[in-house]
């Protein structure tokens, strides 16, 4: 069975940074794209990033743009995700999600929960 | 941005009736549309691509249906476990996804 384990998030203070984390198993994780969802308190879900298989082409929401930046490392089967200068308003569980070719999200983690507050 | 928008926000259901979710596009996808349901503290599932493939695994009392602007999810016999949030997402053009339609108990 697929799995998707999310690792990173905590309290931070507005201007911190974090790097998430998502360890991927039982399946082969060079040959999808894969992607950062996130879910703000109470709220729905919004797309963050995503990144192609060779990490060739990597895009973000405009919101994050210049301050969050995706990453991979097939070796390691594992998604990064960088967050710097961060606000109060990326406070948010954060969900790792494969990604088909065609762009919808197959199989998520269980996200990991990020708080920006002093 | 492709803006999508689901309707109603609240469904009141009773168990063994039929649910129909509506999402509409801010402009065409095609059939770039995938459903996902979300039960309280669990991450979101794929239900639906391709605006009317279930994914694998999900029953066929779930159907998805439209193209271009206009989406519905049917949920025929509703069973308990089905009283969740339900979300659509484009994928056409970037990726955004509805505000939700959650499905409550009558």
């Known amino acids: 069975e697929v799995q998707l384990v999310e690792s990173g998030g905590g309290l931070v203070q507005p201007g911190g940074s974090l790097r998430l984390s998502c360890a991927a198993s039982e399946f082969t994780f060079s040959s999808y794209w894969m992607s950062w969802v996130r879910q703000a308190p109470g709220k729905g879900l919004e797309w963050v990033a995503i990144i192609k298989q060779d990490g060739s082409e990597k895009y973000h929401v405009d919101s994050v743009e210049g301050r969050f930046t995706i990453s991979r490392d097939n070796a390691k089967n594992s998604l990064y995700l960088q967050m710097n200068s961060l606000r109060a308003e990326d406070t948010a569980v954060y969900f790792c999600a494969r990604t088909d070719d065609y762009g919808y999200f197959d199989c998520w983690g269980q996200g990991t929960l990020v708080t920006v507050s002093s | 941005e492709i803006v999508m928008t689901q309707s109603p926000a609240t469904l009141s259901v009773s168990p063994g009736e039929r649910a129909t979710l509506s999402c509409r596009a801010s402009?065409?996808?095609?059939?770039?549309l995938a459903w996902y349901q979300q039960r309280p503290g669990q991450a979101p599932r794929l239900l639906i691509s391709g605006a009317s493939t279930r994914a694998t695994g999900i029953p066929a009392r779930f159907s998805g249906s439209g193209s271009g602007t206009e989406f519905a999810l049917t949920i025929i016999s509703l069973q308990s476990e089905d009283f969740a949030v339900y979300y659509c997402q484009q994928y056409y053009k970037r990726w955004t996804f509805g505000q939700g339609t959650k499905v409550e108990i009558k």
């Open positions: 402009q065409s996808v095609g059939s770039n």
